[in-house]
């Protein structure tokens, strides 16, 4: 099925009415409209939001990124937005690309982005190119054979002869044996897997290199049956020395088949849907990032739940979860990421900072420091937010720093300022 591609950036506006589009509004058919609506019926039941119906006419997208394909060859490719002015739409999959590629931690020297910009192309084409890629390094180097019992039964004798089942034998099947043997076969859960996700890979590439690589690799892997349990065979995924050379496809199969929960959503589509909270790639990465600058003795923990609001009944109720805990000895820091554009020189509208966001600070400044020390909102770097804002007082020993980090050097602003222990020395993923 031939698809047809819409680029658009994270809330923007989908109609099926005849408008000129651009990354921030477009056009889609009415079926895919419709399908749209069907999906965020789902993801509405689990808490999540994809879509926002806008007048029955109007869906605005919600801050997810990355492509969804609908049944009706509909391909939308939804890009960051990390500038308020339109972006060149090479920059912002470039910028993704690498977003993805470290929050899941993929191996490095298979994620570098300049072939994205080699063609005009949707990012699955990218993530198609990588697991191609990776899986022609894999049969290069050989694919895992296993040993497989076999029970048949033959008119000849071959292997070990099954005497208990032999002797029960019917007369007028005495002249067949029963035979116990093994069979040196490819047939074994990384496998299956591998097949599985290249099938839908010759189903959904559209770009011709990759095209023609899935159809040749295809026929090196013809004798392998798909999987049927795909959670069940990734549980048998075995990770001994003699399976090592499997480890660098093994993200990008992830990846193919939507196996790389919680940060990936995936769609009942026709195709290959991978949908990411932004929020969330931001937040990984900025981990990443900062990891690789510790003192140390100092240690991180992501998702850190060692404290609740209250206590009701002698039990702890509303857990507080800051994304980014330092501690170093007895030491602790409390740092927070927050995907949204913030405007330093926009007093009156409080530079684009949440209420709701501070509150949230503030209780992580009472249960994790106490209530003394500075806490650290982070915030991506744009045009309109390029240096640390003056810090904010919640009282004479608790105050909150807000913070810029640079998604081009990855760099987080301000730390040659703060008793943070963490180099201010610009470092980059590289060397995480």
């Known amino acids: 099925m031939a698809h047809t591609w ?7 506006r ?16 009415p079926s895919a409209f419709d399908w749209l609506c069907r999906l965020q019926a789902g993801f509405g039941q689990q808490g999540a939001r994809l879509v926002e119906v806008e007048n029955r006419c109007w869906l605005r997208l919600d801050n997810h990124v990355g492509v969804l394909q609908t049944p009706c060859g ?35 020297r298979r994620t570098e982005v300049a072939e994205v910009q080699l063609f005009d192309s949707p990012l699955i084409e990218w993530v198609m190119r990588q697991f191609l890629l990776a899986l022609d390094q894999l049969i290069k180097r050989g694919l895992r054979f296993d040993y497989q019992r076999v029970e048949e039964e033959q008119p000849f004798l071959r292997g070990q002869l099954d005497m208990a089942k032999q002797m029960r034998q019917p007369p007028g099947r005495q002249h067949l044996f029963h035979l116990r043997h093994d069979l040196f076969l490819p047939d074994r859960p990384e496998n299956r897997l591998l097949r ?14 990759n095209w023609r690589l899935a159809r040749e690799l295809a026929g090196y892997l013809h004798e392998i049956p798909s999987s049927r349990d795909v959670r069940q065979d990734f549980a048998r995924w075995r990770t001994d020395r003699l399976m090592a050379h499997y480890q660098a496809v093994r993200p990008w199969c992830e990846l193919v088949l939507g196996q790389q929960m919680p940060l990936a959503i995936q769609g009942a589509s026709q195709g290959i849907s991978l949908l990411f909270p932004m929020e969330k790639l931001f937040e990984q990465h900025v981990a990443k990032v900062l990891r690789g600058k510790l003192y140390v003795g100092t240690r ?14 002698d039990k702890g109720i509303f857990q507080l979860k800051p994304d980014l805990l330092l501690t170093a000895g007895p030491d602790t820091w409390v740092l927070d990421t927050k995907w949204k554009r913030l405007n330093e020189q926009d007093r009156d509208k409080k530079y684009g900072l949440s209420q709701g966001d501070f509150y949230q600070m503030l ?11 500075a806490l650290v909102l982070i915030y991506p770097k744009t045009d309109n937010f390029t240096k640390p804002l003056k810090p904010f007082t919640f009282s004479d020993e608790l105050e909150l720093q807000v913070w810029p980090f640079d998604l081009e050097n990855d760099e987080l602003l301000g730390l040659s300022n703060c008793s943070i222990p963490l180099e201010f020395t610009r470092i980059t ?3 995480a």
């Open 6 to 12: 819409i680029r658009v950036r994270e809330h923007a």
């Open 74 to 108: 509909t391909g939308i490719e939804i890009l960051p937005k990390h500038h308020e002015a339109q972006e060149d739409p090479a920059k912002s999959r470039a910028l993704l690309s690498r977003l993805i590629a470290s929050a899941l931690d993929l191996p490095h």
């Open 363 to 373: 209780a992580y400044g009472l249960k994790y420091r106490q209530g003394q020390g």
């Open 196 to 209: 599985l996700a290249l099938d839908k890979v010759c189903q959904a590439a559209q770009e011709a290199t």
């Open 429 to 431: 993923t590289d060397a």
């Open 14 to 29: 989908l109609t099926t009415d005849a408008i000129a589009p651009d990354l921030d509004r477009a056009q889609i058919s």
């Open 300 to 313: 991180l923990h992501p998702q850190a739940a060692s404290e609740y609001l209250c206590q009701h009944d």
